[in-house]
């Protein structure tokens, strides 16, 4: 019965998944995003440049631009293998998650302004295990999250560009574990949702027509996420009510550079930083008290203590021809979990993507574009403890990739 709630939630109250970048952030929204791995920040150039790199607007053509995204995630299955009980030996659910995004970016309307708009989901998709021992834990998870960022742009000079927004979050989750199969007494079913807010910044620098050197940030949000928690023991329901937990959607740091290494191809070479070290204990409040029996497990502080990671991408974009452009595109991004913090639904590593797509001109002012990106986290050893010193995970995690596809459609006006 430990750390059941405390240990399944994790990723259940917060944005974002774990199989595509460190911890739970999901860097690809769009089409091209997603052919460049990521590498989207010096060269966005269209109505997406509202999210990724809002300064970026401002070297737009002066025209205003809408695109429309679809994207399918597809998660194999992840396998554990227990080194002294095969009892423990699990397999994951796999999982499809379409995920949808809109970007709206507008033409310079006088004052070297411009005006954009998104809505993006960061994360939220599923995981979920129907193996005895994993399900213990993690039978279910599912979170749904959307974000709406509203930014400017300010054309400086010729060559300079200053931009930014607001950042407004809601997320609502649903989360479920069962120990009944593994002979374990507790069963829990929690939903939560929360509406929180934050900044993102950003900057871009021309020193010629073919080279663009940018900076974002994207601020902290501190999720506290609050709804409604069942508790039960043997059958019995020893809590129903109000809970709790804040976790952080933590601050990214970006620096990118483009260069166009002829009138065709232009490389993008980003590296990014996620300071995950502000998380650092996973506290559950309940709004009226929890029996003795359950506190250690369902309502005591537990230390997390992540660290900050680093990540490397290469986006490679080349105009085949008047109408079609091909990219492709390749990252590296640390891991931000220590082993004692490992869980079944973090199961983080360092993970490497590569990915390619197209665009595809319709017309003067519209556009189809296709991405994909096949992500891969290397396996793992684990051997870390539950609360009361018993052990909790002492095998490998392997398997854990993930397959994205999506498609954009763009017009400009």
């Not at 599923?126 to 959307?146: G, H």
Request: net charge negative; hydrophobic share 35%.
């Amino acid at each position: 019965m430990k750390n059941i709630i405390l240990r399944t939630t994790v990723l259940s109250v917060v944005t974002s998944s774990v199989l595509f970048a460190s911890g739970w952030r999901l860097p690809e929204s769009s089409s091209k995003s997603t052919a460049l791995s990521g590498a989207y920040i010096a060269n966005s150039n269209g109505a997406d440049a509202t999210y990724y790199n809002p300064a970026n607007m401002s070297f737009n053509k002066n025209e205003s631009a809408i695109e429309v995204s679809v994207m399918n995630v597809y998660l194999p299955s992840i396998d554990y293998t227990d080194n002294t009980d095969s009892n423990k030996n699990g397999e994951s659910k796999k999982g499809n998650t379409i995920i949808p995004s809109i970007f709206v970016s507008s033409k310079d309307y006088g004052n070297n302004i411009r005006y954009g708009f998104s809505i993006t989901v960061p994360g939220g998709l599923s995981r979920a295990w129907d193996t005895p021992y994993q399900k213990t834990y993690a039978e279910e998870f599912a979170l749904k999250i959307v974000e709406f960022n509203p930014t400017m742009a300010y054309k400086l000079s010729d060559n300079l560009s200053v931009g930014g927004g607001l950042r407004a979050i809601y997320s609502d989750g649903v989360v479920k574990s069962d120990g009944t199969d593994y002979g374990k007494a507790a069963i829990r079913d929690m939903t939560g949702q929360t509406i929180a807010f934050g900044f993102n910044l950003a900057m871009a620098y021309k020193a010629s027509d073919k080279s663009n050197l940018s900076a974002t940030y994207r601020s902290n949000v501190d999720l506290k996420e609050e709804g409604n928690a069942k508790l039960y023991v043997s059958g019995t329901k020893v809590y129903d009510g109000g809970v709790y937990v804040t976790v952080p959607l933590p601050a990214v740091a970006t620096l990118a550079y483009a260069h166009d290494i002829n009138e065709k191809t232009t490389i993008e070479v980003e590296f990014d930083r996620t300071f995950w070290s502000t998380y650092k204990n996973l506290d559950f409040e309940y709004k009226s008290a929890v029996a003795l029996a359950l506190r250690s497990s369902f309502d005591d502080a537990k230390a997390r203590d992540w660290e900050d990671t680093d990540a490397i991408r290469i986006g490679l974009t080349h105009k085949y021809n008047k109408d079609l452009t091909i990219m492709f595109g390749a990252s590296k991004d640390g891991n931000p979990i220590p082993e004692k913090s490992v869980s079944f639904e973090s199961p983080d590593n360092t993970s490497q993507t590569i990915s390619t797509g197209f665009d595809y001109n319709l017309n003067e002012k519209s556009s189809f574009g296709f991405g994909y990106l096949y992500s891969k986290k290397d396996d793992r050893e684990v051997k870390n403890y539950n609360a009361d010193g018993t052990v909790y995970i002492d095998g490998k995690i392997e398997g854990s990739s993930a397959h994205l596809v999506s498609f954009s459609y763009r017009k400009a006006f």
